[in-house]
């Protein structure tokens, strides 16, 4: 006779069954005690995938580790600070770093007007991460993106631990902002709309395909506006904010988007597909590093990266002009790295 099986123990028989690894991961959050910082450790605290959450900032990294800490899911929080090396200690044997660390903008800046402040901040960041958690997944979130993501792969290189499989640049706010905004145009669901983004994460360089949704025959100048409105999303915030930042909290939702697909994607539970700005093999040729496409990730990190495929004139006039930007972009964080030697 068969006996009965508890809920739980259901639970714990499939896991046994399942074909999946193991879902223990150390996740670590560098610059946690920001606007973006708070909410994604919260994010990050209620993500079963985590067990081990360290949370460091040059200051306030312990209180925001104790608060999220009393939440009842099944991951330990620590805080770090500089002091005694708390970097080293915050980074050892994570699984996935995650950096919304630097400066934000304030009304009248650009992204890459941060690029002063955030290069250096960026570079030292990645440097601890090749010296204490050379094989972990890092997301960067740190503005100006199409910057930072080559700063991040220079400093792993010159310590001999790059991974392209394993650098995304966040470009997730992105994604769910053309969502959003093409729902509100066309009066439809945003938890329904998909919209692949690809380029890069700054103004132009943000190419929404407008074409590949079930949106295509919306009126030029209604879709030019929506264009426009997602690759300026982010200036949309400055300005409300009015000198107090820029977005935190949708960039959190976004952030944690991203980092539960990276996370559900090393434990082999499911393939997963987002767009995410990488070490990209498909427009070397004319010589752009990085871009945006649309990335299937596995246990090891990028596993496919996919070509846009089929677009309309404008849409290949705007990925034009986005590749002229990213490959100054781009350069200008390699010479930064080169610069520091
Ligand atoms: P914030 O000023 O509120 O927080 C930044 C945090 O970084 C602060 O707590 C600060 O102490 C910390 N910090 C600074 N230097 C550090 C260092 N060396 N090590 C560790 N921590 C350090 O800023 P925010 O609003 O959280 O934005 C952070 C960054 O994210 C900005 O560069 C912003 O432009 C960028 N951002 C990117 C996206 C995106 O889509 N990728 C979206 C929004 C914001
Ligand atoms: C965004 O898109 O909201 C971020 O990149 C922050 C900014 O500076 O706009």
């Known amino acids: 006779m068969f006996s009965r099986t508890s809920s739980f123990q259901a639970r714990n028989l499939a896991r046994c069954f399942s074909t999946s690894l193991p879902s223990n991961y150390k996740v670590s959050i560098l610059g946690a005690a920001g606007g973006i910082g708070q909410p994604l450790s919260l994010l990050m605290k209620l993500n079963s995938d985590v067990t081990d959450l360290a949370l460091y900032d040059i200051r306030g990294a312990p209180g925001v580790a104790a608060d999220v800490s009393h939440i009842p899911t099944n991951s330990t929080v620590k805080g770090y600070g500089p002091e005694n090396d708390g970097i080293s200690t ?12 630097g400066v934000p903008r304030k009304p009248g800046m650009t992204r890459d007007d941060l690029f002063n402040t955030n290069a250096s ?41 790059y991974n392209p499989k394993k650098l995304f640049g966040v470009t997730t706010l992105d994604v769910i902002r053309a969502s959003r905004f093409i729902s509100e145009v066309q009066g439809t669901n945003p938890t329904e709309e998909t919209v692949t983004v690809i380029g890069g994460h700054s103004g132009i360089t943000i190419v929404p395909l407008i074409s590949q949704t079930p949106h295509k025959s919306i009126p030029k100048e209604q879709r030019d506006a929506l264009i426009n409105r997602i690759q300026f999303g982010g200036d949309e915030v400055v300005k409300a904010k009015d000198g107090a930042g820029s977005a935190t909290l949708s960039m ?74 990213l490959k100054k972009n781009i350069q200008k964080g390699i010479e930064f790295v080169a610069s520091q030697k």
Do not use: C, Q, W
Request: proline share 7%; no cysteine; glycine share 8%.
């Open 90 to 101: 915050a980074l050892k044997g994570s699984d996935v770093v995650i950096i919304p660390a």
């Open 252 to 325: 959190a939702s976004a952030g944690a988007r991203m980092a539960s697909s990276v996370l559900s994607a090393l434990s082999g539970k499911t393939s997963v597909t987002e767009p995410t700005f990488i070490d990209n093999p498909l427009y070397k040729s004319e010589g752009v590093e990085f871009f945006a496409s649309p990335v299937t990730l596995g246990p090891e990190g990028v596993t496919e990266v996919h070509e846009y495929g089929p677009v309309e004139d404008y849409e290949a006039e705007m990925i034009s002009i986005a590749k002229d930007t």
């Open 121 to 161: 901040i960026i570079a030292s960041l990645a440097g601890a991460v090749a010296d204490n958690s050379p094989n972990a997944a890092i997301l960067v979130i740190s503005n100006p993106v199409n910057s930072t993501v080559p700063i991040v792969s220079e400093v792993l290189k010159a310590k001999g631990v």
